[in-house]
């Protein structure tokens, strides 16, 4: 199959929005990371998602609608909690977990007997879900286990020849995907998956909070998780990973006694100074390592890296979305100094 690079003007998106509408797959830029979009209804477009993914069947789809408004179209059921945090977070990088209805398959909610409902900022995805009048299941649109996209030219590496086209958007903004949360109750909110909209901004809303553990703790084989996506390594490039929890003086006292070629440090903007050998930098704060840390850990990958010393973000506001793909590429290897 030969993929289309689609620009972001009315005829391109028009073009886009058809394909979606005939079943097929196309790369979509987003506010938080390129998704993979096809026609949520269409168990045979969601089934091509899977494959050109190579993503596990039991790991459901976020669907992406234009208002929220259409929730009501394809849930059993929206709370009240829910309502208050669209009205406050929506459009934007919110994926609320909510019993769905048979308009959505069961190929799409991977076998569970909800979705999660997301309405993108971004124009480009804004405006597709409009013109195809079709509700979207977006997964990030990378080889499942790798980085996720940030740009056009990272979905066209890892889905050329596999899906139609790649509409390219630019780079993305936030970086890392989409908050994901369920309820506990009408009240209570809880993380299956750290983006940039907090906790603390959560609790503006709601009287609870609670962070899953499994955002920060490794899945046993055969636990039960309320979101599938935690069991699975995530976010991988193909250097080794390994996280360092350390002042930068104590880092790069560290990784200097690590020799071997093709060894790295990805470190906060700023502390290159400190470190004798090769790194990179992925921002000064948790924002800008959000919106940074995929791109130079594919970056590091096209450098040859084998082994990569990251230096750990501390893991609250945004922050604890970063160290959450970074304690996953690294396989929950951390090293405290
Ligand atoms: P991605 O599609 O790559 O953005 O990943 C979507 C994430 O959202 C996965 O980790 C899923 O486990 C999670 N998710 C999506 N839908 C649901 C759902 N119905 N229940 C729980 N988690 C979900
Ligand atoms: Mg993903």
Sequence with gaps: MNTLLLKNNEEDLKKAADMIRSGQVVGIPTETVYGLGADASNENAVREIFSAKGRPSDNPLIVHLADFSQAAEYTAYIPEIAKRLAEKFCPGALTMVMPKNNK??????????????????????????????????????????????????????????????????????????????????????????????????????CDEVIIDRAILNEVAAGEKVSSPGMKYKHYSPRADIIMVEASVQKFAEYVSLCDGENIYSLVYTGDEKY???????????????????????????????????????SPDGVGLAVYNRLIRAAGFEVIKL
Excluded at 135 to 162: C, E, F, L, Q, R
Excluded at 286 to 302: I, K, V
């Design 275 to 313: 470190l004798s050998h090769r790194c990179f930098t992925y921002g000064a704060d948790s924002s800008e390592q959000a919106h940074l840390l995929f791109r130079r850990l594919r970056e590091l990958d096209e450098m040859g890296a084998e082994r990569v010393y990251v230096r750990a973000p």
């Design 104 to 205: 959505i398959p069961m190929v799409t909610s991977g076998g569970l007997d909800t979705v999660g409902i997301r309405i993108p900022s971004h124009p480009v995805m804004h405006r597709i879900i409009e013109l195809s009048g079709c509700p979207i299941a977006a997964p990030s649109a990378n080889i499942s286990g790798y980085p996720s996209p940030t740009s056009a030219s990272h979905v066209m590496n890892d889905m050329s020849g596999k899906i139609s086209a790649v509409v390219d958007g630019g780079n993305s903004e936030y970086g890392v995907e989409s908050t994901v949360i369920s309820f506990d109750d009408e009240n209570t909110a809880r993380i299956l998956r750290p983006g940039c909209i907090t906790r603390d901004m959560l609790l503006e809303v």
